[in-house]
């Protein structure tokens, strides 16, 4: 979590920054888990592999861990620091960003399906690498993946996005790439054969409308604007028919119909940064930044609702680190003072809450991560303080440990393997785990 950049963010303090950029990795960030396959597994026979990155300058490095045998598998030397990571669509690779050096590596994890079975091979380091300056934001939906690129306007290099499935990584090529007009700090959000991406109208790196773009074969076609502006544009998600983006007065909603789109704001007192959703649910949630107060966001509403995230934490408490399981049924939450908060989807309700972390990160040092199994019943956090991995078990809330004694902060997790059958999952926001000024 470092670098200085441009972007679309006023220059804030150092907590919050951290905080924010965070929230780039996790409305995602967090790490809830998209693909699905339409075969009938015994998934007992691969519970998976976890992955999480290392860095240490020229000593970088990402490591594999088995979960079915309980032990370290793999690791391997990385080209450049690492500073955030995420899984592909399908589950079976992870990308590892590397933003200051403007690169991405692809590890192959090994497990994929081969007709109607499970493979289980050894992990690798692809040769595929993906190139552009400063990549950013991800983002993932209905099986496809959008890297968005910073760019930068001191070297003219102005952003764009590349779109991909788990198909193409494993052939070492991309469906398509755009080059936008201008260097920003944005995102790119794939929905069906539509990308929509972040557009700095005036070109002063601050992102403030949603332009679209339509694939065709291997190109896109550039079809305009949305009529409804974003100033502040931070953050995205989206559902079937549905995108939602970040504005300082709330939120833009865009609907998919046919061959076009419309769309409105959802009005907020506060503004939105953050985005999460799930093919599963209708409802999108925000946070708002600099209160961190979670917003529920009905497309067809006028206004946003909020909602009570902090029960039995500081009336001040910030997120570190949330996501959505992958089947929309959980919001998790873990907060500045290690606390885990679990919600439920269902009515926006409090499922509960216990202590996850004994030490909370440092400003300017790894942020814990999240990652679910497939069945999304278990979540995996890391512990960057404690140099460990822990499961907690979403219905009881009990916590145990993965791996120990790691020697170093892990930095970013996601879980690997098959995923079972079920509409995409949201990749939690997007974004970069990064302190990069705003």
């Known amino acids: 979590m470092n670098s200085s950049h441009h972007s679309a963010l006023p220059r804030l303090g150092a907590l919050t920054l951290a905080l924010l950029l965070a929230a780039c990795n996790n409305d995602t960030g967090s790490t809830t888990l998209p693909g699905g396959d339409d075969h009938d597994h015994d998934h007992e026979e691969s519970a998976g592999r976890l992955v999480f990155t290392q860095a240490a300058g020229t000593n970088s490095r990402v490591h594999v861990y088995d979960l079915e045998e309980g032990s370290a598998l793999a690791d391997f030397a990385l080209t450049y620091p690492p500073t955030a990571l995420y899984a592909s669509p399908g589950n079976r690779y992870a990308l590892i960003i590397q933003r200051d050096d403007d690169q991405v590596q692809v590890l192959d994890s090994g497990i994929y399906l081969h007709g109607d079975h499970a493979h289980a091979d050894t992990p690798s380091l692809t040769g595929q690498e993906l190139f552009g300056s400063s990549p950013t934001h991800y983002r993932v939906n209905d099986g496809l993946a959008a890297l968005f690129f910073d760019g930068d ?16 990584l494993e052939n ?3 469906l398509a790439s755009q080059e936008l007009a201008n260097a920003h700090h944005g995102i790119a959000e794939p929905l069906g054969e539509w990308v929509l991406s972040s557009d700095d109208s005036d070109g002063d790196g601050s992102a403030d409308g949603i332009r679209l773009f339509q694939l065709h074969g291997d190109h896109f076609h550039d079809q305009g604007l949305l009529g409804t502006t974003c100033p502040g544009l931070h953050g995205g998600a989206s559902n079937t028919s549905h995108s939602v983006f970040g504005c300082e007065d709330g939120a833009l909603v865009a609907e998919l119909h046919g061959d076009h ?3 409105h704001k959802v009005n907020a007192p506060e503004r939105l940064v953050t985005i999460l959703s799930n093919s599963d649910l209708t409802d999108f949630v925000a946070f708002s930044y600099p209160d961190y107060n979670l917003y529920r966001i009905e497309p067809e509403a006028t206004d946003a609702e909020l909602l009570t995230w902090r029960e039995g934490a500081a009336t001040d ?16 939450i873990v907060d500045d003072s290690g606390e885990l908060h679990v919600i439920d989807t269902a009515d926006w309700s409090h499922h509960g809450h216990t202590s996850l972390l004994d030490q909370v ?23 960057p303080v404690a140099g460990a991995i822990l499961r907690v078990e979403l219905e009881s809330l009990e916590v145990s440990e993965v791996v120990t004694d790691l020697g170093f902060a892990p930095l970013g997790l996601v879980w690997t393997g098959i995923a079972e059958e079920h509409d995409d999952h949201d990749h939690g926001e997007e974004e970069d785990e990064h302190e990069h000024e705003h």
């Open 153 to 168: 306007s001191a070297t003219s290099q102005n952003s764009g996005f590349q779109l991909f499935n788990d198909t193409t």
């Open 172 to 174: 070492t090529s991309v």
């Open 317 to 332: 408490a910030k997120p570190l680190a949330y996501g959505l399981d992958p089947h929309g049924e959980h919001l998790v």
């Open 361 to 383: 990160p440092a400003t300017g040092t790894s942020a814990p991560a999240l990652a679910f199994s497939s069945d999304g019943h278990e979540l995996f956090v890391s512990d």
């Open 261 to 263: 789109f419309h769309d």
